[in-house]
């Protein structure tokens, strides 16, 4: 099983105490957008408990993903704080990591 194939990488957005302002939020969303375009984006979308979120993204590298994470508007404006994870996708293709 070639695992690079499957590796993804997992940005957690931990929000603060800083309010995100509508601008903030638009610029996000369309940071994401253009993740999606480009092929990068597999999924994102916020915690219910409203902690923050989780951007999961095709990158080479986890340095890749930290200049993606960094990119982000929530990042750039100092409303979330991020973790980069790397995630393997179990999947009917690698018989799920089994």
């Not at 957008?33 to 979120?53: I, N, Q, S």
């Amino acid at each position: 099983m070639n695992q690079a194939n499957h590796t993804r990488y997992v940005i957690l957005l931990h929000k603060n105490d800083q309010e995100t302002s509508l601008d903030t939020i638009f610029r996000h969303v369309e940071h994401l957008r253009k993740l999606d375009a480009e092929g990068t984006l597999v999924l994102c979308g916020p915690f219910t408990d409203h902690a923050g979120g989780m951007v999961v993204v095709n990158a080479a590298n986890k340095e890749e993903a930290e200049k993606i994470a960094k990119a982000d508007p929530f990042v750039v404006e100092g409303v979330r704080t991020y973790e980069v994870r790397t995630w393997l996708l179990a999947c009917a293709e690698n018989n799920y990591l089994s």
